[in-house]
């Protein structure tokens, strides 16, 4: 299954670099996230780095996809555990994107959010993420919020990314 996933990653992205519009449009980049709410609980700051994919539909809207990974340190965010155990967050986004004349960015991604407190306790929820920024020539900065309820809890942070445009 992983390897017919690779190869067809792999068959549309080279079908479609080579294309003369420019539609599909590759960025990466680090992330700074500074939680609160039940992520804060024991954390200060956390660190990640981020992948999109967006595809032009029109002259100022795109869709796109957006997945990253996230590490913060202190105390679990979900379960108990015991300090200095590392979080890691997964996002996965899909969502539209609206960029202006001005290069005034606004968007809305939703998807789901892991979380994995270690020790092998996985927990999956809805992560929803409104995204702002602004747009330079080949770099975006956007600041985020990203929020996913699991259960009863909510955890959340706000990202500040810098990504490059490949």
């Known amino acids: ?25 590759f960025e990466s980049g680090p992330t700074l996230a500074i939680p609160f709410g039940n992520t804060a609980l024991g954390k200060i700051v956390g660190i990640g780095a981020e992948g999109i994919v967006s595809y032009k539909m029109t002259d100022h809207i795109n869709y796109f996809g957006q997945t990253g990974i996230f590490y913060f340190s202190g105390k679990t965010a979900i379960g108990e555990g ?39 306790y996985t927990q999956a929820g809805f992560d929803c993420s409104p995204q702002f920024g602004y747009k330079f020539k080949k770099f975006d900065f956007m600041a985020k919020f990203n929020g996913t309820v699991i259960e009863s809890s909510y955890l959340g942070y706000l990202g500040l990314s810098l990504f490059y445009k490949l």
């Not at 067809?8 to 080279?14: K, V």
């Open 1 to 25: 299954m992983k390897k017919l996933l690779v190869l067809a990653i792999l068959f549309f992205l080279i079908s479609n670099v080579k294309s003369q519009d420019r539609k599909l449009q």
């Open 82 to 120: 015991a300090s200095g155990n590392t979080t890691m967050h997964v996002p996965i986004l899909a969502g539209l994107r609206y960029t202006s004349d001005k290069g005034f960015i606004a968007g809305m991604g939703v998807g789901c959010g892991f979380y994995n407190s270690g020790h092998g």
